[in-house]
């Protein structure tokens, strides 16, 4: 019965020509034949590609596919444990441990109780726009800052180091830089936020880090949850931010609408996010056969799952592939789905509310400065997808 199902060699390492929205084409191509294809790890190891909503969703509440990182059978040799604290790469009962911790740090009231700081961080970058005047590059301008800016205060990191951080994560979060760069750029993190930890411990104060610094947590343990806070609250939203804004002025009808009606805000978020789906792919291994679609998912076999074809199913989302405000949007994979829905997507929310609003307001003539196709694209290869620049115009008074 498995022989009937589709094949992908491959993941893709392209956006279709002219679309850099969409999902690769050979993944929207998998789909149209059905939610679960053959696949080939670039290990050589056999696996499946999860293409279809609600089996991906289905995998990601099921405890019977485990995220740890030593089981992940995708090359042809044993994967280490994922080091302590990096909660995203295991299984119960060690996720909760370190994850726990921080659910009560990370709440919606907690976040919007950020909204007056993020207002004027986000101010503060476009006065700096304003005053440097158009052209500008708006993934240095905009996009990066805000988020770094935001999650560093969050954790403590000081002010006078969030450059070098910022272009640390960039490093070995780009997909760009040979393998030497990316184990330095991630041993460098690493030393610094072992010094951040000891510092915090030393004299704490009032953020996340010095409060999780009392509790069991070891040093090493802190270590991780800080690079995956950090990488995660910077990384992403920087991406949403600088390609959602590229989708938006690629969509005028959409931008239009949404300067109009400050209601729109909120949806327009959750639309983009689902639009979008920076973080493409993610993978599961089964503990145990397991029938899905048709399908037995033999015990040790990893799967990948498709965020971005999961979220432009028409199964699922009417007209999947257009960029539509309006529309519901809920029920989105983009933060993930299951005990490893993303910590921090209040806050994401947040900051992307507050940016994308205060961004249109304050450039109603806001456009590309070079033509579209011009616009240099994160590789396939980047954990998150996004753009490497946005140079963008605007007409001044």
Not at 9 to 25: K, S
Not at 286 to 312: F, K, M, P
Not at 335 to 345: A, E
């Amino acid at each position: 019965m498995n022989d009937s199902f589709h094949t992908v060699t491959t993941l893709p390492t392209e956006r279709p020509a002219g679309c850099p929205f969409d999902p690769p084409a050979v993944l929207t191509d998998a789909r149209k034949h059905g939610p679960i294809s053959r696949y080939t790890h670039p290990g050589g190891k056999p696996g499946w590609l999860i293409t279809g909503y609600d089996m991906v969703r289905s995998v990601l509440a099921d405890p019977r596919f485990s995220s740890r990182k030593d089981l992940m059978n995708v090359v042809d040799f044993q994967l280490p444990p994922a080091p302590p604290g990096e909660f995203l790469l295991m299984d119960e009962p060690e996720h909760s441990r370190y994850r726990k911790p921080l659910v009560g740090k990370f709440t919606v009231r907690r976040m919007r109780m950020l909204t007056e700081r993020i207002e004027q961080i986000t101010a503060d970058c476009l006065d700096a726009m304003e005053e440097t005047g158009p052209p500008t590059d708006l993934v240095t301008a905009f996009a990066k800052p805000i988020p770094t800016i935001v999650i560093c205060e969050i954790l403590g990191v000081p002010y006078e180091d969030r450059a070098s951080f910022q272009e640390q994560i960039d490093a070995f979060m780009g997909g760009e830089v040979s393998d030497e760069e990316l184990i330095a750029a991630y041993t460098a993190t690493q030393e610094y936020l072992a010094q951040l930890v000891a510092a915090k411990r030393a004299h704490p104060t009032d953020d996340v880090l010095s409060e999780l610094t009392d509790s069991d947590l070891t040093d090493e343990e802190l270590r991780g949850i800080s690079l995956i806070l950090l990488a995660a609250g910077f990384d992403t939203t920087a991406n949403m931010l600088s390609l959602g804004t590229f989708a938006l002025l690629q969509n005028p009808e959409q931008l239009a609408a949404l300067r109009a009606d400050p209601a729109l805000t909120d949806g327009a978020v959750e639309e983009l996010l689902r639009y979008l789906s920076v973080a493409k792919t993610f993978h599961r291994t089964a503990l145990e056969d397991i029938e899905l679609g048709g399908v037995t998912i033999t015990a040790g076999t990893t799967v990948v799952l498709s965020y971005n074809t999961a979220n432009r199913d028409p199964e699922r989302f009417t007209d999947p592939h257009a960029l539509d405000l309006g529309r519901q949007a809920g029920g989105h994979l983009a933060f993930s789905h299951g005990i490893h829905q993303c910590l921090g997507q209040q806050l994401a929310r947040v900051e992307m509310r507050v940016a994308f609003r205060a961004l249109v307001d304050r450039f109603p003539t806001l456009r590309l400065a070079v033509p579209a196709a011009e616009v240099g694209l994160r590789p396939e290869t980047a954990d998150i997808f996004g753009v490497k620049s946005l140079p963008v115009t605007w007409d001044t008074k």
